[in-house]
């Protein structure tokens, strides 16, 4: 009798949700708004329940509500509560893409009556064309929200962000690197760079557009001095022992891996995990890297005790070994610092094209002093094949160079005879007037009076004398003309 019972109340509840659902459909206009879809529902399962509570009514008429089974009463309830199951809408077409404009903020607020999952939003960027202005441009998308509930998908085109999203939503995906938490994406300012969003909370999203970007040029001038410089610090002994501690570092880590490795059960198993689990091994060091903060400051004491043990230990290395006295090796380490030099010139800017020209220049610049000091020993000869016309010095500045230079011999000689280097007393042994010598060491002029009279005197003579012969031949020249 119950089971009877049941499917005429089944049947009696199915044709009259169906006339009910097609009724309000055509009055939501297929549920196209959240909202609209919820009061709908809500709307059905109330009608539903007043459906039943009629039926049971007329059912029981004359008999008492306890000799309803529990069985029925549970049928009951079941049908209730699956009844929003078989009355649901067609969702109507969405724009999900949205290309973003510098400047302008974009907000999505979602619905909260909403029984749906949120869906991927997307939000491109259409790049701006390549040029010298904004050879060091970044573009980076922030989002702005009070909560950890959202998911990104990075990608070219909307395309590849939904190939993403549809590729996280697998029951057996385990990707790592589909799915990142970022409140700042940096995107290629010159390519059109998409960014897929799941979240169902509000947020804000705005592009930020840098036209010179200090960091980029700050590559740019590190890698060119770096190249530069690549030999003068393969040489240099503080950069050996800065370069150790580092190194020394990094190896100390990787050895605590290979010394845990040797305590493992299963070599082979261990083996495999270390070849094969790179992937693991780099989503590690990501981790490592952006908490890297977070590390310093609660485990500050262990991160300051590994520095300071290892990076002593990697010292006295290499104070013991000291650097490097083969000429190759030496050479090895300048090509080193050229590589990373020239890595960090290509990443500069965005525009590869340009950078790759950077890269080309920095190269022939620094190599260029072969032609050059070709052409300097063309254009040297040339100068001793044809000189030029030489300027002659005046009697005036010929008098003024003769008195620098005879002043600055002096001061080197007075330095000279005060230090250590000049032995004094077997100097004054040659010497006929050696207090004349102390004196002038001392400051005093090195020549007298009498000797300076003597000598303009003289001077003036000759000066004369030159002069009438000039003068003389100067009118045998105009007779014979």
């Given at each position: 009798?119950?089971?009877?019972?049941?499917?005429?109340?089944?049947?009696?509840?199915?044709?009259?949700?169906?006339?009910?659902?097609?009724?309000?459909?055509?009055?939501?206009?297929?549920?196209?708004?959240?909202?609209?879809?919820?009061?709908?529902?809500?709307?059905?399962?109330?009608?539903?329940?007043?459906?039943?509570?009629?039926?049971?009514?007329?059912?029981?008429?004359?008999?008492?509500?306890?000799?309803?089974?529990?069985?029925?009463?549970?049928?009951?309830?079941?049908?209730?509560?699956?009844?929003?199951?078989?009355?649901?809408?067609?969702?109507?077409?969405?724009?999900?893409?949205?290309?973003?404009?510098?400047?302008h903020v974009v907000t999505h607020t979602?619905?909260?009556?909403?029984?749906?999952?949120?869906?991927?939003?997307?939000?491109?960027?259409?790049?701006?064309?390549?040029?010298?202005?904004?050879?060091?441009?970044?573009?980076?998308?922030?989002?702005?929200?009070?909560?950890?509930?959202?998911?990104?998908?990075?990608?070219?085109?909307?395309?590849?962000?939904?190939?993403?999203?549809?590729?996280?939503?697998?029951?057996?995906?385990?990707?790592?690197?589909?799915?990142?938490?970022?409140?700042?994406?940096?995107?290629?300012?010159?390519?059109?760079?998409?960014?897929?969003?799941?979240?169902?909370?509000?947020?804000?999203?705005?592009?930020?557009?840098?036209?010179?970007?200090?960091?980029?040029?700050?590559?740019?001038?590190?890698?060119?001095?770096?190249?530069?410089?690549?030999?003068?610090?393969?040489?240099?002994?503080?950069?050996?022992?800065?370069?150790?501690?580092?190194?020394?570092?990094?190896?100390?880590?990787?050895?605590?891996?290979?010394?845990?490795?040797?305590?493992?059960?299963?070599?082979?198993?261990?083996?495999g995990f270390m070849v094969g689990g790179?992937?693991?091994?780099?989503?590690?060091?990501?981790?490592?890297?952006?908490?890297?903060?977070?590390?310093?400051?609660?485990?500050?004491?262990?991160?300051?005790?590994?520095?300071?043990?290892?990076?002593?230990?990697?010292?006295?290395?290499?104070?013991?070994?000291?650097?490097?006295?083969?000429?190759?090796?030496?050479?090895?380490?300048?090509?080193?610092?050229?590589?990373?030099?020239?890595?960090?010139?290509?990443?500069?800017?965005?525009?590869?094209?340009?950078?790759?020209?950077?890269?080309?220049?920095?190269?022939?610049?620094?190599?260029?002093?072969?032609?050059?000091?070709?052409?300097?020993?063309?254009?040297?000869?040339?100068?001793?094949?044809?000189?030029?016309?030489?300027?002659?010095?005046?009697?005036?500045?010929?008098?003024?160079?003769?008195?620098?230079?005879?002043?600055?011999?002096?001061?080197?000689?007075?330095?000279?005879?005060?230090?250590?280097?000049?032995?004094?007393?077997?100097?004054?042994?040659?010497?006929?007037?050696?207090?004349?010598?102390?004196?002038?060491?001392?400051?005093?002029?090195h020549v007298l009076e009498d000797e300076?009279?003597?000598?303009?005197?003289?001077?003036?003579?000759?000066?004369?004398?030159?002069?009438?012969?000039?003068?003389?031949?100067?009118?045998?020249?105009?007779?014979?003309?």
């Amino acid at each position: 009798m119950s089971y009877a019972w049941f499917l005429q109340l089944w049947y009696k509840c199915r044709d009259q949700a169906y006339i009910s659902f097609e009724r309000e459909r055509q009055q939501t206009a297929t549920c196209g708004n959240p909202r609209q879809r919820s009061r709908f529902l809500f709307a059905v399962v109330k009608q539903q329940h007043s459906i039943l509570v009629t039926f049971l009514a007329k059912s029981n008429a004359g008999c008492s509500v306890t000799m309803i089974s529990r069985k029925n009463i549970a049928c009951v309830l079941l049908l209730v509560c699956l009844c929003p199951l078989f009355c649901h809408g067609v969702e109507t077409a969405k724009k999900k893409v949205t290309f973003l404009v510098p400047g302008h903020v974009v907000t999505h607020t979602p619905d909260e009556w909403s029984i749906y999952k949120p869906g991927l939003l997307i939000y491109c960027y259409p790049g701006q064309p390549p040029t010298l202005v904004n050879a060091f441009c970044t573009v980076s998308i922030r989002l702005n929200c009070d909560h950890e509930n959202f998911n990104q998908y990075a990608g070219s085109d909307p395309a590849q962000v939904e190939s993403h999203w549809s590729d996280d939503q697998s029951l057996f995906s385990f990707n790592v690197f589909a799915s990142k938490k970022r409140r700042q994406v940096e995107l290629e300012p010159f390519n059109q760079s998409c960014l897929g969003i799941v979240s169902s909370g509000k947020y804000e999203i705005e592009v930020l557009l840098n036209r010179f970007d200090l960091w980029r040029f700050g590559l740019l001038a590190l890698g060119v001095l770096l190249f530069s410089s690549a030999r003068s610090m393969s040489q240099n002994a503080l950069f050996y022992y800065s370069g150790g501690i580092l190194v020394g570092l990094a190896t100390f880590a990787l050895a605590m891996v290979y010394f845990f490795s040797k305590l493992m059960p299963y070599r082979p198993l261990m083996l495999g995990f270390m070849v094969g689990g790179w992937t693991l091994g780099f989503y590690g060091m990501q981790l490592l890297y952006e908490n890297l903060r977070l590390i310093f400051i609660q485990y500050q004491h262990y991160v300051f005790w590994y520095l300071a043990v290892v990076g002593s230990t990697s010292f006295l290395i290499c104070y013991r070994l000291g650097p490097p006295k083969d000429h190759r090796s030496k050479q090895v380490i300048q090509w080193g610092l050229q590589l990373i030099a020239l890595t960090l010139i290509f990443f500069c800017s965005y525009q590869r094209t340009l950078s790759t020209g950077l890269v080309l220049l920095v190269i022939i610049g620094h190599y260029i002093y072969v032609p050059l000091a070709a052409l300097r020993w063309v254009r040297n000869r040339f100068r001793r094949r044809f000189p030029g016309r030489r300027r002659l010095l005046t009697v005036e500045e010929f008098e003024e160079q003769g008195r620098i230079e005879t002043d600055k011999a002096l001061k080197h000689l007075r330095e000279y005879c005060r230090s250590p280097e000049c032995k004094q007393w077997k100097t004054m042994m040659k010497l006929r007037e050696p207090v004349r010598f102390a004196s002038f060491v001392e400051g005093s002029p090195h020549v007298l009076e009498d000797e300076c009279y003597e000598y303009d005197n003289h001077h003036s003579s000759h000066s004369f004398h030159d002069s009438d012969e000039l003068q003389d031949y100067s009118e045998e020249e105009e007779e014979n003309s």
